[in-house]
């Protein structure tokens, strides 16, 4: 395993750092389904290679859905100091959503996702306190790296975090965290931390009930789904009946891909614009309507109201749809209310 050396004010190396292996990156990564050491790093998937395919024929999809959302390391540690070096292989235009270190739980540090194609860039975080810590590394939502190290202290402990239930989520750019200046101020991260929970957030910016979307396949296995479209849904259902029957066969599937799951399912979020002329179905009020008329049949479903999670303020929004990370605050906490007893 290579050895790097720490040099302080040019005094001689007093320890040494090693770099993590294939094997000791799984055991510490949260939120990736397949993780690779290809193209000189490791890098990370949310998705099945059939989902990957689906999503690949969307120009506008194919690389949203390759952003490291909800991807994070999730460790105990003594070692003084963790580093990394990464590239970005693909960035959103947004530039949201920063890489994250969590100390203990406390976000002691963030790095601004404005990254340029192709240049190596590097991380080097010092505890705060000695001994043994708990620390959290989230990777951009809005952007795809390849991680090209990460090292720690030699000999020193590396125990990963392990959690007993496991949520899955699917949604559109507010789930992945669009608009967001922190990573790990996203609802879905929040919630994923209030609940320790593993997590897979499988939203995809500009997403929308579509059944193509989900794969039988998927190896997850998740106790709790949280569902949340309709931000999008206007833009490719021309008739309200049309989008009636996409949400209906979305459900459909879901529910019986997953027989012992307990859903949740966001009624569409409150938004600024609720009248759109440059969609086929304009008026959102509608649209969110329709939906509910769809899910309120299913007794499985744990309905929550978004207009009651999202502050009616417009200060609270990055644009006219999506929320900002102190939204993202509230919205984590309304959830939380509604799911706290399903939560076993």
Not at 138 to 164: F, G, W
Request: net charge neutral.
């Amino acid at each position: 395993m290579e050895q790097l050396q720490i040099l302080e004010n040019g005094e001689q190396p007093k320890k040494k750092l090693i770099n993590l292996n294939l094997k000791q990156v799984k055991a510490i990564t949260h939120g990736a389904l397949y993780i690779y050491d290809d193209m000189g790093g490791f890098t990370f998937s949310r998705f099945t290679p059939a989902q990957t395919e689906h999503y690949s024929k969307f120009p506008l999809f194919k690389d949203i859905a390759k952003y490291n959302a909800g991807v994070h390391f999730d460790f105990y540690t003594d070692s003084p100091v963790f580093e990394m070096d990464f590239t970005c292989i693909d960035n959103h235009e947004s530039n949201s959503c920063s890489l994250d270190i969590l100390e203990n739980g406390a976000l002691c540090y963030s790095m601004p996702a404005d990254f340029k194609q192709g240049k190596k860039y590097s991380v080097r975080y010092e505890f705060l306190k000695p001994g043994k810590n708990r620390i959290t590394v989230y990777l951009p939502a809005y952007s795809e790296l390849i991680v090209k190290r990460i090292s720690l202290i030699e000999n020193c402990d590396i125990t990963p975090v392990k959690h007993a239930k496991k949520m899955l989520f699917v949604g559109d750019s507010i789930t992945q965290g669009m608009y967001v200046n922190n990573t790990s101020a996203t609802y879905a991260s929040m919630l994923t931390r209030m609940f320790d929970l593993e997590a897979l957030n499988q939203g995809v910016s500009g997403y929308y009930y579509n059944v193509d979307s989900l794969d039988g396949g998927l190896s997850f296995g998740p106790d709790y789904i949280l569902i949340s479209y309709g931000t999008n849904d206007k833009r490719y259902n021309k008739t309200i009946p049309e989008l009636m029957a996409s949400v209906e066969a979305y459900i459909k599937k879901l529910t019986s891909m997953y027989k012992k799951a307990k859903f949740f399912l966001v009624v569409p979020w409150w938004r600024l614009m609720r009248y759109d002329e440059s969609v086929y179905l304009k008026n959102f009020e509608e649209v969110r309507q329709a939906i509910f008329d769809v899910v309120e049949k299913y007794p499985q479903l744990v309905l929550i109201d978004g207009y009651s999670a999202t502050p009616h303020l417009e200060e609270f929004f990055a644009d006219r749809t999506h929320p900002g990370q102190a939204a993202h605050a509230h919205m984590a906490l309304h959830i939380a209310g509604v799911i706290r007893k399903y939560i076993k």
